[in-house]
């Protein structure tokens, strides 16, 4: 897994790791524009290669680019650098940089008008070292006629650590920003880059490690992470060679009501789907003998007791009881309604299981007015709200990332629960205070039904071992990378629910194979 920094804590980082000695501050310079050259020859690689333009500012990511010129020259790529700003105004590394780079006999051109930068339609691809993580306000001026330049060129644009335009806390984009095909971000991402509309302005993030200490990392960086492949791969729980159907999990889910019985079908068929043994599924009577033409064979179907409406009746609670201790996890809430019986049926059964359970969607509804019962009692708990839930049952959450980060992970922290909050990215607290950033899934998993899936996944995965931290971390990811592939096959218009199932194995395959 990979840290995610906020920019406070990358400078913070980058002054520790320097020292009193700022131009040494160079080696890491020096080993960021390396990365950014790189990542230009592999872009290029297939490619009959014209010039490539970098447009560098006058601080230490036009130094990143002028290093990264220096570089791709040495290799033997015709590079045009245009300078925004004088050499006298450079700062100390930037001007060792382009001086460096003028040194090796490279060709750099100082814009004073737009007029100075026409034909960039003609290059191989444009490197957007002008701000980095110094953008502030609403680009304005030349800046901003520079950034539609870049933008009408439809070349490939490589943006250096953060693009132009973009605020690398928020992810806001204040007027207008370059629009990067990718952004090679230095020594760590940074939080914003992860949320929309920055998001859609990185392109493909490649992160460049500089090397930066771990003590010094660790140190200061706050314990948000980015999991990586092959941390989520580690998290994929064993499976026994010897063992039976039960040793692979063994889940039940109390889900669906008579007017909502799809949700118990996609929730169950998503934990067999990913890896559980054996799934029972606890629903009332009349909704039952609805959802059973529906439901995969293999899932056993347990008839509950139900009120009038057709949902959880109240001695439906001692029938729960009587199965649980049978069973290594277990799931509560989609489709169970918001009925008064239902409701308490909910808190009950959280008060006194004492299996992992999952907590979705009526789950949640079952606390509104009672969040302070919404906390570890027997069991451990992970739940799923998606926005709207979240701010029924909590009160609202701020629009800024840090903020909105820091308010999931004390709420997780204080009651010792894993809370998945649902959005793009999913943001995943855990009950230890550390958190993950998961950019995954498309716009055609905004459907209906997504959200049972994503509990069947973890559910499951939580019964054949995964601590329910681990599962949270791991279920996100699978019910993103399926829905990806989905999406691939039907498009993000025709994606439903039940396609994020019929690819979960792919993407599980795809996860072990890599």
Not at 172 to 185: E, M
Not at 324 to 337: I, R
Not at 342 to 348: D, M, N
Not at 474 to 495: I, K, M, P, R, T
């Amino acid at each position: 897994m990979i840290p995610i920094v906020s920019i406070g804590e990358m400078r913070q980082i980058d002054e520790g790791s320097i020292g009193a000695d700022s131009m040494s501050g160079y080696v890491f310079m020096d080993r960021a524009g390396k990365a950014v050259a790189d990542k230009v020859i592999e872009l290029l690689c297939d490619v009959v290669c014209g010039p490539v333009a970098l447009i560098c500012g006058k601080g230490n990511n036009g130094g990143d680019g002028y290093v990264a010129a220096r570089y791709l020259t040495l290799q033997g790529q015709r590079v045009v650098c245009f300078a925004i700003a004088p050499r006298a105004e450079h700062t100390p590394l930037s001007l060792r940089a382009y001086d460096e780079f003028i040194a090796c006999s490279g060709e750099c051109r100082h814009i004073s008008s737009i007029e100075d930068l026409c034909g960039l339609s003609d290059y191989s691809c444009i490197v957007d070292a002008i701000l980095g993580t110094g953008s502030r306000g609403t680009a304005e001026g030349l800046l901003a006629e520079i950034i539609s330049a870049v933008n009408a060129a439809h070349v490939p644009v490589v943006a250096i650590d953060v693009p132009t335009g973009v605020t690398g806390d928020t992810g806001t984009v204040l007027g207008s920003a370059i629009r990067a095909s990718c952004t090679v971000t230095l020594g760590l991402p940074k939080i914003g880059m992860f949320f929309y509309p920055a998001r859609s302005h990185c392109g493909n993030l490649s992160i460049a490690d500089l090397g930066y200490p771990s003590e010094v990392v660790s140190r200061i960086q706050g314990g948000m992470y980015f999991p990586t492949h092959e941390y989520v791969k580690s998290l994929m729980p064993l499976r026994k060679p010897d063992g039976s159907k039960f040793d692979h999990g063994n889940v039940l889910m109390i889900c669906g009501s008579r007017r909502y019985t799809g949700c118990a079908v996609l929730c169950s068929s998503a934990a067999l789907r990913s890896g559980c043994g054996v799934v029972t599924l606890g629903m009332p009577h009349s909704a039952l003998r609805v959802a059973n033409p529906k439901l995969m064979p293999e899932v056993i179907a347990l008839g509950l007791s139900e009120s009038r409406l057709g949902a959880l009746g109240l001695r439906s609670e001692i029938e729960i009881i009587d199965v649980l201790h049978k069973k290594k996890a277990l799931c509560v809430g989609p489709g169970l309604t918001h009925s008064e019986e239902a409701s308490f049926v909910i808190r009950e059964i959280v008060r006194n299981v004492s299996a992992p359970l999952v907590l979705d969607a009526d789950g949640l509804n079952a606390f509104i007015g009672k969040p302070e019962l919404v906390r570890k009692q027997n069991a451990d708990i992970v739940i799923t709200p998606h926005k709207g839930e979240w701010e029924r049952l909590f009160g609202t959450l701020p629009i800024d990332p840090l903020s909105l980060i820091s308010r999931v992970r004390m709420h997780a922290a204080c009651r010792a629960i894993t809370i998945v909050l649902k959005g793009s990215p999913t943001i995943v607290a855990q009950p230890s205070g550390r958190g993950f950033i998961l950019p995954v899934g498309n716009s055609g998993m905004a459907t209906a039904g997504s959200g049972d899936v994503l509990s069947g996944i973890i559910v499951s995965l939580i019964s054949q071992g995964a601590t329910p931290s681990d599962a949270a971390v791991l279920g996100v990811y699978l019910h993103g990378a399926a829905g990806d592939l989905a999406a691939q096959a039907v498009s993000e218009y025709s994606l439903v629910a039940s396609d994020i199932i019929s690819f979960l194995p792919k993407a599980i395959i795809n996860l072990l194979a890599e």
